[in-house]
Structure formats: structure tokens, C-alpha cells
């Protein structure tokens, strides 16, 4: 007989054979454990006991569980959790330890469609970004950090990420290695991130540098790398200068890059390669978030709106 645990570590060097991130494999492993601690709770060990209903009540399972603070489990977290489920039966049967895969009907749950929340209008974004005071190296750095996510749109952990040599200040462009789904792209950004980018790196940078060898772009105040509790510390700072009553974290300036160029004609393709999106769906969101065309149509054609009352 074969237990299902057996299966576990071969399941873990074929993620890693497939280049997977580290953090993706242990991602999986977790999930597979708790579908594990389930089985084990009731009563089944066999690789041959795993039934299409038993993974369908698994998944019944998440819908109904409730986690740490006594809330149901997310739509998001139970689609994940099935997500690794199936890539694991998936494994089996495409390598004949399994006749058939018994969670390959099995769907996942809807998501629910919501608008990301705290996008900042233009002149928001242009207060945040002008609270540090650049006269100081710590200021500068906050300054450059704070334009080049508001110009690029790019994440919290790929400006974390960003090396010296990933950075054309002359031409405007910011290669990011390893984004999310460890994909490689290039994007532009503006010119006055470029100018910031510039003055940064040849008269800040060298005054927070320890290690030569250390090729991060932004650096901590120990000369190390950024984390990413820092950089949500310096939005949060800046933010509150500006006595903004939003709740604005690094991710909000990828929303308001989004949003805003959208209410500048940019083409929604145009926005997904910016942004590093595999599939359109995830970048439509911020076409629904765009709503000033929609009430300037609204105004104009409306029939209600031209009644003078």
C-alpha cells in the first residue's frame, strides 16, 4: 500500500525541477499539509481512498471553516488551497501513480470582483510624494522611492529588489528580474523619477553604502537592503504629513499609476504590460475603477440631465 505522504517530497522536487520560487514551494507544501491533517482526521491514508467527493467535501470543508480570528476563509485562500490540491493529483496522474485524477472536475470557487480601494487623485499622489524633505539623504532616498512607485507602478518587492544595473535614468526604463510568477519585463518611467533616480544614485547612494559588493539600488540605514516593512514605513510617514485620510500603503500608488492613465486614454494592453498582469482580467478592474469618462457620458447623455429643475 502507498501512503499519500510518500508522495509528498517527489511532489516537491518536481515544483522545484519546474524552477518554482522557494516561497511558491513551501506555499504548496503548506497547503498540502493541512489537505493532509483533513484526510488524516477522517480516516484516510491510501493514495486509492482519495475519491472525486472526498476532494469535493474538502473543499466544502474550506467554505465552511473558520480560521485564526474566527472568520470564514476567503474565496481567495480556499482557491488556493484546492489550487495545490489539484496540481498535486495532477502530478500523480500525469506520472501513473494514479489511474485517474479525482479533483480534475472539481471547480474553483467564484471570486468576487472588488474595486481596489484608497486610489489617490492626481493632486493626493503629488502631496504624498512632495512630503520629504530632500535636503536630508534619508528624505531623497524617501522622495526617489515614493516617484518611482507612483511613475512605474511596480510592486513593493520588486522595488526592494531593484540593483544598480537595472536602472537607465538616460532612457527611462526599469528592468524588473523575477517579478510575480518570476517573470522578467521592462517598463518606463517618467522623467522626473528619471532625474530623481539620477541625483539619488550619484549623491545619496554613496553616502548610505557599506558594502561595495552590495548592488541593491535603495538601501537601508545600515547599508543593507530595503525590507518591506520599511518601505510601507515611509509611505505611512509621508502619507501622514499630508493628513490624508486614506489608508495608502506602497500597493496604492500601483493602483493610482493604473487608474489615472486609464482616465488618460491609455490603452488597457498598454496598462497590463506595465503592470506585469498575465491575464487581462486581473488589469480590467482598473477600467471599472476609472469612472470620471463614464460620468462626463453620463452628464452629457443622460436625458435626466438636461432637465433644469
Given at each position: 500500500?502507498?501512503?499519500?505522504?510518500?508522495?509528498?517530497?517527489?511532489?516537491?522536487?518536481?515544483?522545484?525541477i519546474?524552477?518554482?520560487?522557494?516561497?511558491?514551494?513551501?506555499?504548496?507544501?503548506?497547503?498540502?499539509?493541512?489537505?493532509?491533517?483533513?484526510?488524516?482526521?477522517?480516516?484516510?491514508?491510501?493514495?486509492?481512498?482519495v475519491?472525486?467527493?472526498?476532494?469535493s467535501?474538502?473543499?466544502?470543508h474550506?467554505?465552511?471553516?473558520?480560521n485564526?480570528?474566527?472568520?470564514?476563509?476567503?474565496?481567495?485562500?480556499?482557491n488556493?488551497?484546492?489550487?495545490?490540491?489539484?496540481?498535486?493529483?495532477?502530478?500523480?496522474?500525469?506520472?501513473?501513480?494514479i489511474?485517474?485524477?479525482?479533483?480534475k472536475?472539481?471547480?474553483?470557487?467564484?471570486?468576487?470582483?472588488?474595486?481596489?480601494?484608497?486610489?489617490?487623485?492626481?493632486?493626493?499622489?503629488?502631496?504624498?510624494?512632495?512630503?520629504?524633505?530632500?535636503?536630508?539623504?534619508?528624505g531623497?532616498?524617501?522622495?526617489?522611492?515614493?516617484?518611482?512607485?507612483?511613475?512605474?507602478?511596480?510592486?513593493?518587492?520588486?522595488?526592494?529588489?531593484l540593483?544598480l544595473?537595472?536602472?537607465?535614468?538616460?532612457?527611462?526604463?526599469?528592468?524588473?528580474?523575477?517579478?510575480k510568477?518570476?517573470?522578467?519585463?521592462?517598463?518606463?518611467?517618467?522623467?522626473?523619477?528619471?532625474?530623481?533616480?539620477?541625483?539619488y544614485?550619484k549623491?545619496?547612494?554613496?553616502?548610505?553604502?557599506?558594502?561595495?559588493?552590495?548592488?541593491?539600488?535603495?538601501?537601508?540605514l545600515?547599508?543593507?537592503?530595503?525590507?518591506?516593512?520599511?518601505?510601507w514605513e515611509?509611505?505611512?510617514?509621508?502619507?501622514?504629513?499630508?493628513?490624508?485620510?486614506?489608508?495608502?500603503?506602497?500597493?496604492?500608488?500601483?493602483?493610482?499609476c493604473?487608474?489615472?492613465m486609464?482616465?488618460?486614454?491609455?490603452?488597457i494592453?498598454?496598462?497590463?504590460?506595465?503592470?506585469?498582469?498575465?491575464?487581462?482580467?486581473?488589469?480590467?478592474?482598473?477600467?471599472?475603477?476609472?469612472?470620471?469618462?463614464?460620468?462626463?457620458?453620463?452628464?452629457?447623455?443622460?436625458?435626466?440631465?438636461k432637465?433644469?429643475?
Amino acid at each position: 500500500m502507498t501512503s499519500l505522504s510518500d508522495f509528498k517530497e517527489k511532489y516537491q522536487q518536481h515544483l522545484t525541477i519546474l524552477n518554482y520560487a522557494a516561497g511558491t514551494v513551501q506555499g504548496h507544501l503548506f497547503f498540502l499539509n493541512r489537505f493532509f491533517k483533513y484526510l488524516s482526521e477522517i480516516n484516510i491514508s491510501e493514495l486509492a481512498a482519495v475519491t472525486k467527493d472526498v476532494v469535493s467535501d474538502y473543499q466544502a470543508h474550506l467554505y465552511e471553516e473558520l480560521n485564526k480570528k474566527g472568520q470564514p476563509n476567503g474565496v481567495s485562500y480556499q482557491n488556493n488551497n484546492l489550487k495545490t490540491v489539484k496540481s498535486f493529483f495532477r502530478f500523480l496522474a500525469e506520472n501513473n501513480y494514479i489511474i485517474s485524477d479525482p479533483s480534475k472536475d472539481i471547480a474553483y470557487a467564484k471570486k468576487p470582483k472588488r474595486l481596489p480601494r484608497s486610489i489617490l487623485s492626481g493632486p493626493e499622489a503629488k502631496k504624498v510624494i512632495h512630503a520629504p524633505d530632500t535636503k536630508s539623504a534619508l528624505g531623497y532616498r524617501y522622495r526617489t522611492i515614493l516617484e518611482v512607485l507612483y511613475s512605474s507602478g511596480i510592486r513593493r518587492q520588486e522595488v526592494i529588489n531593484l540593483q544598480l544595473t537595472d536602472v537607465d535614468h538616460t532612457e527611462g526604463f526599469v528592468r524588473i528580474n523575477s517579478g510575480k510568477g518570476d517573470k522578467d519585463r521592462v517598463v518606463p518611467i517618467g522623467k522626473i523619477a528619471c532625474r530623481y533616480l539620477e541625483n539619488y544614485v550619484k549623491a545619496v547612494r554613496p553616502m548610505l553604502i557599506r558594502d561595495p559588493y552590495n548592488n541593491h539600488l535603495f538601501l537601508s540605514l545600515r547599508g543593507g537592503r530595503l525590507s518591506k516593512n520599511v518601505l510601507w514605513e515611509i509611505v505611512k510617514r509621508c502619507t501622514k504629513k499630508t493628513r490624508i485620510k486614506k489608508n495608502i500603503s506602497p500597493h496604492t500608488f500601483r493602483h493610482t499609476c493604473a487608474t489615472l492613465m486609464l482616465r488618460n486614454k491609455a490603452n488597457i494592453r498598454h496598462i497590463q504590460e506595465l503592470l506585469g498582469h498575465a491575464s487581462l482580467d486581473s488589469t480590467q478592474v482598473y477600467a471599472h475603477v476609472s469612472i470620471t469618462d463614464l460620468k462626463e457620458v453620463h452628464s452629457k447623455c443622460h436625458p435626466r440631465e438636461k432637465d433644469r429643475e
